[in-house]
């Protein structure tokens, strides 16, 4: 069974910063991309930042310049570092594994960051 298992999220203050960390586990198959998603409440869920499996990464544009996504394709595991956090990163955080951005995937079950000014 397929599982993707987020951790590291927490309360910090605004300036600080925070590394997440989603490792993937099970029956994954033909995954390429990789990313992080978050949901505020009230609001949908957007992409932060994904990365394929050869290393190309794409960020939103309200997170350039301050997160960093990373992989290791061995331990199946992709990794965001978040710097320079602000309130309005406050969101829950969800890893997925899908083979394009636009596939259905997998999930994980999120894991709440919550910055405070």
């Known amino acids: 069974q397929a599982q993707l298992v987020e951790s590291g999220g927490g309360l910090v203050q605004a300036g600080g910063s925070l590394r997440l960390s989603c490792a993937a586990s099970g029956s994954i198959f033909n995954v390429n991309v990789m990313g992080w998603y978050r949901q505020a409440p009230g609001n949908k869920r957007d992409l932060v930042a994904d990365?394929?499996?050869?290393?190309?990464?794409d960020y939103a544009d309200s997170v350039k310049g301050r997160f960093t996504i990373s992989r290791d394709n061995i331990k199946n595991t992709v990794y965001l570092q978040m710097n320079s956090l602000k309130p309005e990163d406050t969101a829950v955080y969800y890893c997925?594994?899908?083979?394009?951005?636009?596939?259905?995937?997998?999930w994980g079950r999120g894991t709440q960051v919550t910055v405070s000014s």
């Open positions: 997925k594994a899908a083979r394009t951005r636009d596939s259905l995937g997998y």
């Open positions: 990365i394929t499996n050869s290393g190309f990464a």
